[in-house]
């Protein structure tokens, strides 16, 4: 599906390597300036061999300086003064839509980070009737009624002394927006939770009650239920919140020109609903193709399995149990065994749904979820993920750039990873053929095709140098001459050549703790190395 729809969206054939960059990270400068940055920068990056943004929550948040996944009106991109301004941190939505043309006269797609598990920012405070329930477990209740069915009407509510009168930040008019593209004004009735009572001042997990209202089912099952993230939890099922949500996914596609959704949070989503969107927007738009990846941030395999078993069709999760599979290695140094650096990943298992990732705006240092990759092993961990074959690459900006952040501890980008890009669009084509035979030191061979010429991959995760003796081909031993018999590092971090043999086999090296990517010194493609990104 990302194949196709990447082929749709650029006009680039489909046997061509598209790879995504994740393009924010989580102290991205603010201000209003990234939109204007991306657009001046995609012509490098689709030079580079990018073909997708992932951009940030484009949505109108909380606060003028959000990241965004503190979500106030997802039809307000920039345009209306809410929330102390027009602008989101990124820009205006004029700036953003002249970032995704941009992005689009250099064949790149631009996916949108869709939040829609939950709301900040409320307008207004509402009295309503609410459950408090354990922390630990979301199905029971702690406080000292039993829930019942209520009205409706708010009228009825509060005159009601059968429950826990609550007051919460669960209304949501939009004043700024004043009814344009959306009429829909959000009110508790549109919520399933809060964690807040601004009554009592007190802080904990509160269930609305209603009609029919309950957490909803098809989420993940850690504190029993994991309905409840954070913010004013939306109900998914109430018909008015189904039908606004699904027409804001037609709505943004056409209104920007984007070609697809990263989906926060989705194991806190009802997993119906994000099958509702999906099929919609897909129907809606006439693009049957659209990528769409969701964000189910555990390691387990067997639940990601599980959950895109059940979806029943084409969508695609990061796979992140190979990022904690590449955290361990670089941990563990010369003592983890490459040759289970897949063991038990969604890229081993079902590689067409599988977006395969090192780290994210979540794992970066001073995040919530902070989980970084060694960055000894980066290059490895990329080499991996982008000079074979499954999987759908995305690459980290903090790692493109360097991260600003958190204060007085920036994040050093990976040294030429860009290259490494580069010979991803130039040379990983073709039959693979691996040689897993070291627990330190592993390689594969990629052929080459009519189009494109192949390499060979050393990784070395030991403390001397590595080795690996690989065949290229007959068709490649004399090709072009002599010139094309030699080989080096388009690194250049390996300094040498090998010289392939009349049976097709050479002998490549690699630094220790290091990779080599390593094709005729001829190639097609191997002017272009060593361009700096900055």
């Not at 941190?89 to 790149?108: P, S």
């Not at 992140?320 to 941990?331: I, S």
């Not at 990976?414 to 627990?439: C, M, P, T």
Request: hydrophobic share 30%; net charge negative; glycine share 10%.
């Amino acid at each position: 599906m990302a194949t196709e729809g990447n082929a749709e969206g650029t006009g680039r054939k489909r046997d061509d390597n598209f790879t995504m960059l994740q393009a924010f990270e989580w102290y991205t400068e603010g201000g209003g300036k990234h939109w204007s940055k991306l657009a001046k920068l995609a012509p490098e990056l689709g030079s580079t061999g990018f073909t997708a943004f992932w951009i940030p929550p484009p949505t109108k948040a909380a606060g003028p300086s959000s990241v965004g996944y503190d979500i106030y009106d997802l039809w307000d991109l920039g345009e209306f003064d809410q929330k102390d301004g027009n602008a989101t941190k990124y820009g205006t939505k004029k700036e953003l839509q002249e970032m995704v043309e941009a992005a689009k006269q250099n064949r790149i797609v631009v996916y949108v980070d869709a939040v829609l598990n939950h709301k900040f920012g409320a307008d207004s405070t509402e009295e309503f009737d609410a459950t408090e329930v354990d922390y630990n477990d979301r199905t029971k209740d702690i406080s000292d009624h039993h829930p019942i069915k209520v009205s409706p009407s708010p009228q009825s509510l509060r005159n009601s002394s059968q429950f826990l009168p609550h007051q919460g930040w669960t209304g949501f008019s939009f004043p700024g927006r004043d009814g344009k593209y959306s009429q829909m004004k959000w009110c508790f009735n549109h919520f399933t939770g809060v964690d807040y009572d601004d009554k009592t001042k007190k802080n904990q997990i509160f269930r609305i009650q209603g009609d029919g209202k309950c957490w909803a089912t098809g989420v993940d099952k850690e504190n029993m239920n994991y309905d409840y993230l954070m913010g004013a939890d939306i109900d998914h099922k109430h018909p008015d919140v189904e039908k606004d949500l699904l027409e804001w996914g037609s709505w943004i596609i056409k209104e920007i020109g984007c070609s697809g959704f990263r989906f926060d949070a989705i194991k806190h989503i009802d997993r119906e609903f994000i099958g509702k969107f999906v099929q919609h927007v897909r129907a809606s738009s006439g693009r049957l193709k659209m990528f769409a990846v969701g964000e189910y941030w555990k390691d387990s395999l067997d639940d990601l399995d599980t959950y895109l078993t059940n979806l029943g069709y084409q969508f695609s999760v990061f796979d992140t149990p190979l990022h904690y599979n590449f955290k361990a290695a670089g941990e563990a140094g010369n003592s983890y065994d490459m040759r289970q650096i897949f063991d038990g990943t969604v890229v081993q298992k079902r590689p067409i749904d599988a977006v395969t990732l090192v780290d994210n705006h979540d794992t970066q240092v001073g995040q919530a979820l902070e989980s970084c990759v060694p960055s000894w092993f980066k290059p490895l961990a990329y080499a991996l993920i982008l000079l074979r074959p499954d999987g759908y690459p995305c690459v980290f900006w903090g790692d493109l750039y360097g991260c600003e952040g958190p204060e007085g501890n920036p994040q050093p980008a990976v040294h030429q990873l860009a290259d490494i890009v580069r010979a991803r669009k130039f040379f990983a084509y073709g039959e693979l053929q691996e040689y897993w035979d070291h627990n330190n030191c592993i390689g594969w061979v990629r052929i080459g095709d009519e189009f494109h010429d192949g390499c060979a991959v050393v990784i070395c995760n030991g403390d001397d140098e590595g080795y690996k003796r690989m065949y290229i081909g007959n068709e490649q031993a004399g090709k072009e001459g002599k010139e094309g018999n030699v080989w080096t590092d388009c690194l250049g971090w390996y300094q040498g050549e090998t010289t392939i043999d009349d049976d097709g086999w050479g002998e490549f090296k690699c630094p220790a703790r290091s990779i080599s990517i390593w094709t005729r010194n001829n190639a097609r493609g191997r002017e272009e190395f060593c361009k700096r990104t900055d």
